[in-house]
């Protein structure tokens, strides 16, 4: 027998138990009576007949109005388990009943919501849940379901419509997730190319969350690709710092091509060295590497980042570390670090270089909306 089902015949026990009570002691309850075409249809159930089943129960809600707190479980329930048209052939029904008061009429239109949205039928989701909004003591629900529903669509239009009205209706702070909406279309935008409108959603996007790092990154790689004010640009992308300073390895490789063509690679390093010392992290650590290999050599470059991986260390500084040294190895040695540095990046390509704080998702690739728990603005980069 199938366990979910058991608590559905709490009903019937409790029937049970009266019936007992009812030939055992006087007086008698003003409990109801169960129909006989009830019993059938759990019968019904427990043999393993769901859909005979449901025409019984269906059949009976019109007469019987004290059951629909059970059918609405028994519809839940079919949903849970994933047989979603018999969910929703149940709710439908339940619908149509016009004794039902406007609670239980809420609470049914939002489960044949639920039902239509696992289904993947999502238009006929979003009428339910507009329907809904206007019910006060769902509304807060429904805006909820209708912003899924419009991120799964990728309708950016109306889930910035419906993220302010709940807003509104909650109380809160919202535009973190209402900035990367904008942002979204800023891409859309993009992607059509379509430049001026990507600017003023990225400016509009920013002006609702000026922490955005999206909005900074997106702008900054937008000029770089059209070759504008290297200035401007480093601007842009060192407004990460203060907006949040995880997000700073993503910004030191188009900071460092921004100085190599303004021909300011000293106030690079300058910078460099700004952020290793407040902020620490493996990514300027290397590029400082780099930038002591090209002003001296390669011995210099090896004892500083060697001092610095003492402090904090790195697999990937430890390889960088390995490049600098082979040539000043003789040739039996050089074929063993060479050995230790390709097992190192063997490991090195297991680490993920992303990680969410909120469901622990990781992977290369950074999003904006984690893939996993769907949350926005919780997926940050790792220091490896
Ligand atoms: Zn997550």
């Given at each position: 027998?199938?366990?979910?089902?058991?608590?559905?015949?709490?009903?019937?026990?409790?029937?049970?138990?009266?019936?007992?009570?009812?030939?055992?002691?006087?007086?008698?309850?003003?409990?109801?009576?169960?129909?006989?075409?009830?019993?059938?249809?759990?019968?019904?159930?427990?043999?393993?007949?769901?859909?005979?089943?449901?025409?019984?129960?269906?059949?009976?809600?019109?007469?019987?109005?004290?059951?629909?707190?059970t059918?609405?479980?028994?519809?839940?329930?079919?949903?849970?388990?994933?047989?979603?048209?018999?969910?929703?052939?149940?709710?439908?029904?339940?619908?149509?009943?016009?004794?039902?008061?406007?609670?239980?009429k809420?609470?049914?239109?939002?489960?044949?919501?639920?039902?239509?949205?696992?289904?993947?039928?999502?238009?006929r989701?979003?009428n339910?849940?507009?329907?809904?909004?206007?019910?006060?003591s769902?509304?807060?629900?429904?805006?909820?379901?209708?912003?899924?529903?419009?991120?799964?669509?990728?309708?950016?239009?109306?889930?910035?419509?419906?993220?302010?009205?709940?807003?509104?209706?909650s109380?809160?702070?919202?535009?973190?997730?209402?900035?990367?909406?904008?942002?979204?279309?800023?891409?859309?935008?993009?992607?059509?190319?379509?430049?001026?409108?990507?600017?003023?959603a990225?400016?509009?996007?920013?002006?609702i969350?000026?922490?955005?790092?999206?909005?900074?990154?997106?702008?900054?790689?937008?000029?770089?690709?059209?070759?504008?004010?290297?200035?401007?640009?480093?601007?842009?992308?060192?407004?990460?710092?203060?907006?949040?300073?995880?997000?700073?390895?993503?910004?030191?490789?188009?900071?460092?091509?921004?100085?190599?063509?303004?021909?300011?690679?000293?106030?690079?390093?300058?910078?460099?060295?700004?952020?290793?010392?407040?902020?620490?992290?493996?990514?300027?650590?290397?590029?400082?590497?780099?930038r002591?290999r090209?002003?001296?050599?390669?011995q210099?470059?090896?004892?500083?980042?060697?001092?610095?991986?003492?402090?904090?260390?790195?697999?990937?500084?430890?390889?960088?570390?390995?490049?600098?040294?082979?040539?000043y190895?003789?040739?039996?040695?050089?074929?063993?670090?060479?050995?230790?540095?390709?097992?190192?990046i063997?490991?090195?390509?297991?680490y993920?270089?992303?990680?969410?704080?909120e469901?622990?998702?990781?992977?290369?690739?950074l999003?904006?909306?984690?893939?996993?728990?769907?949350?926005w603005?919780?997926?940050?980069?790792?220091?490896?």
């Amino acid at each position: 027998m199938d366990y979910g089902l058991l608590w559905f015949l709490l009903p019937l026990a409790a029937w049970s138990g009266w019936w007992v009570a009812r030939r055992t002691s006087q007086p008698e309850p003003p409990a109801r009576r169960l129909s006989p075409d009830y019993l059938r249809g759990l019968d019904y159930l427990l043999n393993e007949q769901p859909d005979k089943a449901i025409d019984v129960f269906i059949r009976l809600i019109d007469v019987d109005n004290d059951t629909v707190e059970t059918h609405l479980a028994l519809g839940a329930l079919y949903r849970r388990r994933g047989e979603v048209n018999r969910a929703i052939r149940i709710h439908q029904n339940l619908i149509k009943i016009s004794k039902l008061n406007p609670q239980q009429k809420a609470l049914a239109t939002l489960e044949l919501g639920l039902d239509y949205q696992r289904a993947g039928l999502l238009d006929r989701a979003e009428n339910l849940f507009q329907e809904l909004v206007e019910v006060s003591s769902y509304r807060g629900l429904a805006y909820r379901q209708l912003l899924g529903i419009y991120q799964q669509e990728q309708d950016w239009e109306k889930a910035i419509g419906i993220a302010w009205d709940l807003s509104k209706h909650s109380g809160e702070n919202l535009n973190p997730i209402i900035a990367h909406y904008h942002c979204e279309q800023a891409e859309a935008f993009q992607r059509k190319g379509n430049l001026e409108q990507t600017h003023q959603a990225l400016k509009t996007a920013l002006a609702i969350d000026p922490n955005c790092v999206r909005v900074s990154l997106t702008e900054g790689y937008l000029m770089l690709s059209q070759n504008t004010n290297f200035l401007e640009i480093i601007e842009i992308f060192q407004r990460v710092e203060q907006q949040n300073a995880h997000f700073i390895p993503e910004i030191i490789q188009p900071l460092e091509l921004c100085y190599r063509r303004l021909e300011q690679l000293d106030k690079f390093t300058e910078y460099l060295q700004h952020i290793l010392k407040t902020y620490g992290g493996i990514a300027p650590l290397l590029a400082l590497t780099q930038r002591v290999r090209e002003q001296s050599d390669e011995q210099q470059a090896a004892t500083f980042i060697i001092q610095q991986l003492k402090e904090t260390p790195s697999l990937k500084g430890l390889v960088h570390f390995i490049d600098l040294i082979l040539p000043y190895n003789e040739e039996n040695s050089q074929h063993n670090l060479f050995l230790v540095k390709e097992v190192m990046i063997k490991l090195l390509k297991n680490y993920p270089l992303y990680r969410c704080k909120e469901c622990g998702f990781s992977g290369k690739t950074l999003h904006w909306q984690c893939p996993s728990c769907k949350q926005w603005n919780t997926i940050a980069p790792l220091q490896n």
